[in-house]
């Protein structure tokens, strides 16, 4: 036994090898074959793969491979049923679609065909197409229970015959069952018969009488194999169960039971009831049913009761998907006596589909300018019943100027009947009624919408004879500014307005570059930010036009106008603003309330209420003492100047516009109450501002670096002279006396005259470390400064020194006068904000630097 299971799964194994060859092989096996009315057959083999070559469809009805598009050339099948094969518009070749599967479509039947219709518009043209599948050997025989059982008497006679149910295989012709056989065994034969109706008939036929004492089970292995090249087989196992006597086998009433069955009847209807009697009595006489062959879609729809041998429908009935049904009931009695008997259920069709209405190809919309008989549409109408049931009849109904006109088999033309007219009537909704011939009828309907093309006849026309538009300033490059709008009572694309701006110059730059406009919408945007300062309005052309052919057209005026924005400050002319400049008025003292003491001079390059200026102080030394015209700018003074008042007053003037949000601008304005400007003490104060703080240190930097050259220059001479007279050095000892020739005119005024103080010591190294040396220039003791008019004791030899050393100096102090006369050359007030930290008054000023070049108040080197 385990050695016929190993060679059978080997034998399958290699049928399934010599199936794949067979399957390529059939790829290239088509056959043709011409049929009458221009129809044509074609033959190839089921499960073929997707995109397979059946024929060229095109060649063989002598159609025009170059026209298949343009005649919207197609497959179209009945119903709702799978589309299996499709068409090649390229090539004219008809391929598959999709799985083909025979047993599927046709089940058992030994005709299969796939009917269909090649559709073909531009003249209306319809083939139809049949395919007849071929069975290709890819089911293996199969037997309705995995095991058997038998139950026979030991007492059975030698030549007793047992029926065993036969395999049923998916296939047919010589791909079905074609042999039986046994595996060896000591008591048992195989007979194979053929029945009437081509069916097989198998026994077993008992060749050694049993012996229950000494076997009370025997097993068999039952074999079938189809005829397929490679061949299939399946098998199955037969055990017997040797028991006491039973002659009688049960016997069916028919050999074979027909009945009919309509469509849809409902479940648990009785469709038949099969009847087998057995002669024996008691349990042998006892008959069960089952069937013994079925297949799995009739299985899903009937039940057999095993006791009455009542067949009930258990699932929905279709005439349309399979009009028969056979199967094969085995009764068997209560030894294993059985017999079988052949039930065919014919479905009768019931008029239970209402037809069905295609829209294959209309042609919408339709030129108003159309000749009556007018091709518009293909229809196309289909029932899933027979024979009277599926007989159709098509009208319209309506008042309208069309009509069916019936074309090839189920087909109608939809054509016009008169002439259309778009502008009393654009479009028409048509119901077409599609009406069977069966009891009771069955109908359905459809409605086609059809629309009338406008011919191009009108011109777009603009809503408004022309537009203002109105823009602010400064506003966002590609805001929109406005919009226009035309119309055109012509239909689609002559109806379909474009927007565009007629090419001109504005300002001498082309439109474009001004404004742009959405082609579709009429949206004009700006492509820049304008300024109303610079442009305040122009006008530019837009043009409409339609898609018609020729196009229509018409253009209008748009107006586009710049509103003024708030965007400019106030500039101030004078003063200047604050930080720019040091402005100083000086008020007399005698000034009476109401006096004029300056005024603020400002403009503003905006327009309207956003020029308009007001002045405010928002800074003040003394609040009371002056005020400012709102919009003269006027300062004057609030009361009389009173000796209280501090000499120095700050203002600071804010000016702002009237625009929302409003702008400003401020400066400020020094005043000096004073009637001349020697009164004025520390007129150095007045100007300190962080304002002149870069001013200032620039000019000292200047001054320390000239002061800088200045020494080293004198160093040098000095060094220069005494090498010459080979003296190391020139001590000075004590304070020694400068002759009036070097002093300057007042310098006696620095003892107690001047802003210095004679306490003020002053010092002068010429290097890091000269500090102890005995050499300088000047030495002032606190109470032992000399006074202008006091004459000096000298002897010959310092007189010589001194000598020497003022040819030298002269040229020193005249290169000092020029550097010095490039920054005393100033005005008073520039001299004052170029340091505001510790100038003296003019000459001592000037003598502290001409003879040492050091400030000793502040002790910043100039």
Known sequence: MHTVVFLELNSLAFQRFIVSVEMFGLLFFVVMARAAYGDVSYSFPEEMKRGSVIGNIAKDLGLDVNRLSSRKARIDTEGNRKRYCDINLNTGELTVAERVDREGL?????????????????????????????????????????????????????????????????????????SYSIEKNNNFLLSVSTKTDGGKNIELVLDKELDREQQKEVTLILTAVDGGTPPRSGTVAIHVNVLDANDNAPVFSQAVYEVSLPENSPVDTVVVTVIATDADEGQNGQVTYEFSRISGTAKELFDLNENSGEIKVKGPIDFEEEVKYEMLIEGKDGSGLSSDTKVIIEITDVNDNAPIIVIKSLNSPVPENALPGTEVGIINVQDRDSENNGQVR?????????????????????????????????????????????????SSTKNIHLTVADVNDNPPVFEEQNYRAHVQENNKPGSSICSVS????????????????????????????????????????????????????????????????PPLSSNVTVSVFISDENDNSPQILYPSPEGNSFMTEMVPKAAQAGSLVSKVIAVDADSGQNAWLSYHIIKATDAGLFTIGVHSGEIRTQRDISESDSMKQNLIVSVRDNGQPSLSASCALYLLISDNLAEVPELKDMSHDESSSKLTFYLIIALVSVSTFFLTFIIIILAVRFCRRRKPRLLFDGAVAIPSAYLPPNYAEVEGAGTLRSTYNYDAYLTTGSRTSDFKFIRSYNEGTLTADLTLKKTQSAVDDLEGLDAEMSDAFQMESEVKEAFIGASLVDMISADTSGLCCGSVQVHVIHLIWIRPVSGILL
């Not at 015959?161 to 998916?170: C, G, L, S, W």
């Not at 011939?437 to 069955?442: A, Q, R, V």
Request: proline share 5%; glycine share 6%; net charge negative.
């Open 486 to 549: 035309a119309t055109d009572p012509d239909w689609r694309q002559n109806g379909t307005v474009v927007y565009s701006l007629l090419s001109s110059d504005v300002n001498g730059a082309p439109v474009s570059s001004f404004l742009s406009i959405n082609g579709d919408t009429g949206v004009i945007h700006a492509v820049r930010s304008f300024d109303y300062e610079q442009m305040k309005s122009f006008k530019v052309l837009v043009l409409a036009r339609d898609n018609g052919s």
């Open 106 to 178: 046709c089940n058992e039947r030994i005709s299969c065909s796939l009917n269909f219709e090649l559709v073909l518009e531009h003249p209306l043209e319809i083939h139809r197409v049949t395919i007849q599948i071929q069975d290709i050997n890819d089911n293996t025989p199969t037997f309705p229970k995995e095991t058997i059982k038998l139950e026979i008497s030991e007492n059975a006679v030698k030549g007793a015959r047992f029926r065993v149910n036969e395999a049923h295989d998916a296939d047919i012709g010589k791909n079905g069952v074609q």
């Open 394 to 442: 098509c009208s319209i109904q309506q008042n309208v100027p069309f009509k069916l006109v019936p074309s090839i088999k189920n087909y109608y033309s939809l054509v016009t009947t008169g002439e259309l007219d778009r502008e009393l009537l654009s479009d028409y909704n048509i119901t077409i009624t599609a009406t069977d011939e069966g009891s009771p009828p069955l």
